[in-house]
C-alpha cells in the first residue's frame, strides 16, 4: 500500500525563526513554501523534502531524526565547519573516527551533527548497494 509513497522528514524547532537562520546560514538552505509561525518546507535540488514546524518538544529524540545523503562527506564536513557547524563523535562499536567522520565497517562514511534546536542530524554517503 505505501511502497509507492514518498516519505518526509518533519524535524520539530522550538524556535521556528532560529532554526530558519540556522538552516540559511549554516547549512545554505531556503523555505520553499511556509505557514507563517508554524512550519517551514524545504525542498532540495536533489529532490528531497522535509519541514520544520514549531512545537515545545524539539531536541528531545536523542536519535538522529534526518540524514543527507552526499557524494563526499569528509568536503561536507569541512564546508559545514568553515560555516560554524559542530559535530559530535559517538562511541560506537568497531567505528574508526577521523576529523569527525566515523568510517562504519561495510556501511561508508558519516558524520552528525545537532541543528540549532538540538536535533540531531546526519550526512552520509548513502547506503550500500547491497541494500
Partial sequence: ????ATVTANIPAGDLKRARE?????????PSF??????????????AVFS???????GQAGHTIAQWHVSDVDAEVRELKQ???TFEQYDMPGVQW???VASLAGMGKAAWFTD?????????????DQF
Avoid: H, W
Fill in 34 to 47: 511556509e505557514m507563517a509561525d508554524l512550519m517551514l518546507v524545504y525542498r532540495t535540488a536533489g529532490g
Fill in 83 to 85: 560555516k560554524g557547524v
Fill in 52 to 58: 520544520i514546524y514549531q512545537t515545545e518538544y524539539a
Fill in 22 to 30: 540556522f538552516y540559511a546560514d549554516k547549512l545554505g538552505l531556503t
Fill in 116 to 128: 540549532s534546536e538540538g536535533n540531531i542530524l546526519c550526512i552520509d554517503d548513502g547506503l550500500p
Fill in 1 to 4: 500500500m505505501l511502497n509507492s
Fill in 98 to 100: 577521523q576529523d569527525n
